[in-house]
């Protein structure tokens, strides 16, 4: 809190009033409402939701609305909120190859069993303004419906181990941490890095699954898969001998195929990254699957020179609600060190001086 802020407590009410008036906006517009960012806000709601460690669209809608589309924000509200609730089950792991899928795409083969489903993606639109969408209440035609039989979609990568073409991770660990509950302790095993970069700000794992693609961490990759859709959630309620459904989740899947590796006692194997995020969140899952297997780097043996194969680097710096609490506390008062720096420049430019003047009385002596 800004104690040190003339006016004190008033001063920081009248702050809470114009922050709701710039929320607002101009009243003669409709409010805008939770279902309708809710509804037509997916993709934002999505990264809150993945960021924040919480599946609930309707407050992460609520977050945006409130945090006044600042997503940063809504993401510190919404894991705020999160730490509040009870913690009365864990559900068994996703059965994701049943996912029932509104997209799903391979750069690996063309012709794959099940076929590519494009779904709704803004990868074949024009990167033009679209006015039309200013007229609201306009219904968008709808196309042509066509009667499709369902096929079966296995995953490529399995397809890839069967031919003992991709390399299969020996997970010895029998219990997963649980990173919100135990600190992260270097050097982290899988799961644990999996966990943070899920939770990670999705600018700066972009970034760095940029750099590795311009040469820094020899990452050639293949978006091998990447799914979209839905998924039922299961959990084994002490009580019962058996699990039950809970209800289903939006998820995005990707999991990447990178350069093989191989030595005199392993064939030649490609290797992978994995990236999971709640709802329709396709870039930030590609780009950690990417960083995944950046920091994967150790276990397979690779030289160590970029910062997206540097664990402590990348896991210590991903969160966005720690980078942004940060850079945020510079706004507080810092008086008292600022005086104390001024102070020491102030005598080290009066020794400078004084020094200057010592120098020039030598000279006019000689």
């Known amino acids: 809190?800004?104690?040190?802020?003339?006016?004190g407590e008033k001063a920081i009410d009248h702050a809470h009033h114009l922050l709701a008036k710039k929320r607002r906006g101009s009243t003669d517009i409709p409010e805008l409402g939770v279902e309708q960012i809710r509804g037509q806000m997916s993709m934002a709601v999505a990264r809150v939701m993945t960021e924040g460690s919480l599946y609930?669209?309707?407050?992460a809608a609520l977050s945006i609305k409130q945090s006044a589309g600042d997503l940063l924000e809504a993401i510190f509200l919404l894991r705020a909120y999160r730490t509040t609730l009870p913690r009365f089950a864990a559900s068994v792991p996703l059965q994701t190859g049943e996912m029932q899928m509104e997209r799903r795409i391979s750069a690996t083969y063309k012709d794959l069993p099940g076929g590519q489903l494009l779904g709704p993606t803004f990868d074949y639109t024009h990167r033009l303004?679209?006015?039309?969408?200013?007229a609201e209440g306009n219904e968008l035609p709808a196309p042509a419906q066509e009667d499709l039989q369902a096929e079966p979609c296995p995953r490529v990568l399995e397809m890839l181990e069967k031919e003992g073409l991709m390399r299969v991770e020996k997970n010895t660990r029998a219990e997963v941490p649980d990173i919100t509950r135990e600190p992260l302790d270097f050097p982290t095993n899988r799961m644990q890095r999996l966990q943070a970069l899920a939770r990670g700000d999705e600018g700066f794992m972009m970034a760095l699954a940029y750099s590795t693609q311009r040469g820094y961490g020899r990452n050639h990759p293949f978006a091998g898969e990447i799914r979209i859709g839905f998924t039922e959630v299961w959990i084994e309620p002490e009580e019962l001998d058996f699990a039950v459904p809970l209800g289903d989740i939006e998820i995005t899947e990707c999991e990447m195929v990178n350069q093989f590796v191989g030595s005199k006692t392993e064939p030649a194997q490609f290797t992978r990254g994995y990236g999971l995020a709640f709802g329709y969140n396709e870039r930030k899952a590609m780009s950690m699957a990417l960083v995944d297997r950046a920091l994967c780097a150790e276990e397979l043996g690779e030289e160590i020179t970029s910062p997206a194969q540097q664990e402590e680097f990348v896991l210590m710096h991903c969160d966005n609600v720690e980078a942004a609490g940060f850079v945020?506390?510079?706004k507080l008062p810092h008086y008292v060190d600022?005086?104390?720096?001024?102070?020491?420049?102030?005598?080290?430019?009066?020794?400078?001086q004084a020094e200057d003047q010592e120098y020039s009385i030598q000279e006019k002596r000689a």
């Open 338 to 352: 600022f005086q104390s720096e001024l102070e020491l420049i102030r005598k080290m430019h009066a020794q400078d």
């Open 129 to 134: 303004l679209d006015f039309a969408l200013m």
């Open 328 to 330: 945020s506390h510079l």
């Open 1 to 7: 809190m800004y104690v040190a802020v003339k006016g």
């Open 56 to 59: 609930d669209e309707e407050l």
